[in-house]
Nanobody, 120 residues
Framework: QVQLVESGGGSVQTGDSLRLSCVAS?????MAWFRQAPGKERVGVAG??????VTYARSVEGRFTLSRDKAKVLIMQMDSLRPEDTAMYYC??????????????????WGQGTQVTVSS
């Protein structure tokens, strides 16, 4: 069973940057970041498939950048952070194909989450 460990969350001000990392204990074809704010559903933020194709949620396009390092590390650079980006961020992975990269139910493996708080 592959395990995912997230890091990099924190409390920042509007306009600041954060870099989230997700380290997988084994290789999974497709990986993504989701986020969940209190009282809201978990939503997809950015995902990358095995062919390195990336999909971003409209709310973060142009501000967040997803990359994958050495196949087992998923990195999300978050710039120009806004208060509405405040949420628990979860890393997810799956070998399912085909899939919708930003659909939570497509993913079989989840990390514990890392909190991101952006204050105005």
């Amino acid at each position: 069973q592959v395990q995912l460990v997230e890091s990099g969350g924190g409390s920042v001000q509007t306009g600041d940057s954060l870099r989230l990392s997700c380290v997988a204990s084994g290789y999974m074809n497709h990986m993504a970041w989701f986020r969940q704010a209190p009282g809201k559903e978990r939503v997809g933020v950015a995902g990358m498939d095995a062919g390195n194709r990336v999909t971003y949620a409209r709310s973060v396009e142009g501000r967040f950048t997803l990359s994958r390092d050495k196949a087992k590390v998923l990195i999300m650079q978050m710039d120009s952070l806004r208060p509405e980006d405040t949420a628990m961020y979860y890393c997810a992975a799956t070998n399912k194909w085909p899939l919708l990269l930003l659909k939570a139910s497509e993913y079989t493996t989840w990390g514990q989450g890392t909190q991101v708080t952006v204050s105005s």
